[in-house]
């Protein structure tokens, strides 16, 4: 059978969540789902109040929700602390000696933290950072590997007030320099370097190169592979050194809810990375209620969320989200297939993973590795299975069903963004039939609909723009040091309503489905890129006159990136240049934008008034020959070259 027929007979069919599934879970049925939405439509201040009332306040708010489109504040006047919520809230109940942090680093060497002891770190941590000077409202940058210090840094800021940015380990030292910069980072939380499918990566040379010319006066140092690096005497200092010297007793002071709770980069359609400002009150409720609702949270599950630290999914899914709700959480640093492409799985069975959470770049590649890696080991712990960051195509999911769920575990495909601080849309396990490759309704309290650039509803199967009309607590508050962009961005496209940038459909059960980016942004591998980002990168090297990046549709990693490069007139284009250009894309963002091919080409298609036609490019890249309308195309001899070109292919 064809895989285009195979997709489509997929889609078609609807899983019911399983009977013994349902009958545990908190929310049982559609007719349960559909009375909660109802509810939250109705009064969404009153449903919101309810949730975040499960959580400790200092002092309660005045108001849940105040609106100036596009500004919103949530829990008026309440005082809270995320930190207290995630860890001592607990420690007054049977919860203080669970797990909380089940930690496997790449070489297998393990750690585990009890809520007590997370406790305690944090709060050592929290001393240490104020003995340098760290306040309420200084930033902190974090450049970690996926280590249990990434955790605790958090959670230490957090509970003094100090806003994190966290800057993901692959980024390169310019690309640290310009988020520490941005942010006005007052200390920096590094490691000598992290593991990386058996090498170190160097965390520390990249900070020090990006700090070369900073005024920054504290750096911190956590010992991880005892590899050399430089030292700077009065500005580095040894992580445990710092704690050896602090006190175990932290207080958590009150922060207003709308407190700054993180900045975290995130690209957009500039080549300008912007930073995404979340607060202290709404983002707690936010993650506390999807985490719950969405993974269907008991107190015996063992959680483990793939991600990143460094990405949105890492902060709401690995640390807020299961911390709050006193979950037992994994956390992996390492490569899903080093030493072998069963780690994942080895890890599964060793833990008894019973909630799984993961990218479906991730899925596509173990579905690619043969299911003899899976075969080895014992799956029977899990109970249910999500995914997040990307659209999952039918076959994949039908895969991650059989495979890895055994065809018992129910699957969430979780529609969210940076953005978003929190899960959307997602079915809700016990209740939602789920369709492949659907991400299904939105959760209640999101009131979400596919629109026209006016604004009015789409009918159902018409793709249109995905919207959000009524505000929800973890939404973001503004690009940091820039609301005139926030208010362009999110609130400029569709009058009145928050644009995500996505498109999307509604099918006739009211099911979304996420048609990709409308936008310069591609998601290669999970992760978000903008196309300009590596474009200005690219004409950054001396070699080059000119740039076009655009995705192509790629098997394993959703898109890949393709990049049309016309060189400075005297320089051979050709393998050379291609490598050249694709190290030096590297240190400019991170080996996760590096493009997967490069066409040389004399000339890019033009308008006539001199925009580079995209739109063909990614005709071009993607195999086909370049359709609609060409008419304003500039010279038409280009395309016929350009499809010639071969490139030269990593
Ligand atoms: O295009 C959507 C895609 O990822 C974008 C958000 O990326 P980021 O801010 O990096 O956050 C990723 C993790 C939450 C969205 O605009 N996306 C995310 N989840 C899905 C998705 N596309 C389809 N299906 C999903 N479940």
Known sequence: MSEM???????????????????????????????????????????????????????????????????????????????????????????????????????????????????????????ALESLGVKKGDRVAIYLPLIPEAAIAMLACARIGAPHSIVFGGFSAEALRDRVDDAGAKVVITADGGWRRGKVVPLKDNTDKALENSEISHVIVVKRCENDIAWRNGRDHWWHELVADASAKHEAPAHDAEHPLFMLYTSGTTGKPKGILHTTGGYMVGTYFTTRMVFDLREEDTFWCTADVGWITGHSYIVYGPLANGAACVMYEGAPNYPEPDRFWDLCEKYEVSVFYTAPTAIRA??????????????????????????????????????????????????????????????????????????????????????????????????????????????????????????????????GFYFAGDGARRDEDGYFWIMGRVDD????????????????????????????????PDEVTGQA????????????AGEELGVELRKHVTDQIGALARPAQIRFADALPKTRSGKIMRRLLRDIASGSTAKGDLTTLEDASILEKLAQERGDEE
């Open 5 to 127: 027929i195979e997709s489509v007979l997929h889609e078609k069919r609807v899983f019911e969540p399983a009977k013994e599934f349902a009958q545990r879970a908190r929310i049982k049925s559609m007719t349960e789902y559909e009375a909660l939405y109802k509810r939250a439509e109705e009064d969404l201040e009153g449903f919101w109040g309810d949730v975040a009332r499960e959580l400790h306040w200092f002092e309660p708010w005045s108001q849940v929700l105040e609106w100036n489109l596009p500004d919103s504040r949530w829990f008026v006047g309440g005082k809270t602390n995320i930190s207290y919520n995630c860890l001592d809230r607990h420690l007054i109940t049977e919860r203080r000696n669970k797990a909380a942090l089940i930690w496997e680093g790449e070489p297998g060497d393990q750690r585990i933290l009890t809520y007590q002891q997370l406790h305690r770190e944090v709060c050592l941590f929290a001393n």
């Open 521 to 552: 942004v591609i998601n290669v591998a999970g992760h978000r890129l903008s196309t300009m980002e590596v474009e200005s990168a690219l004409v950054a090297h001396e070699n080059v006159a000119e740039a076009a990046v655009v995705g192509r």
């Open 561 to 572: 990136i393709v990049a049309f490069v016309t060189p400075m007139s005297g320089v051979a």
């Open 366 to 495: 173990f579905h690619r590795w043969g299911d003899q890696w899976v075969d080895k080991h014992d799956l029977s712990s899990l109970r249910l299975l999500g995914t997040v960051g990307e659209p999952i195509n039918p076959e994949a999911w039908m895969w991650y069903h059989n495979k890895i769920g055994g065809g018992r575990c129910p699957i969430v495909d979780t529609w969210w963004q940076t953005e978003t601080g929190a899960i959307m849309i997602s079915p809700l396990p016990g209740a939602t039939p789920t369709k492949p490759g659907s991400a299904t309704r939105p959760l209640p309290g999101i009131i979400a609909d596919v629109v026209k650039k006016d604004g009015t509803s789409c009918a159902a199967n018409e793709g249109g723009f995905l919207v959000i009309k009524q505000p929800w607590p973890s939404m973001l508050r503004t690009i940091y040091r820039d609301h005139d962009r926030f208010i362009k961005t999110y609130f400029g496209e569709i009058q």
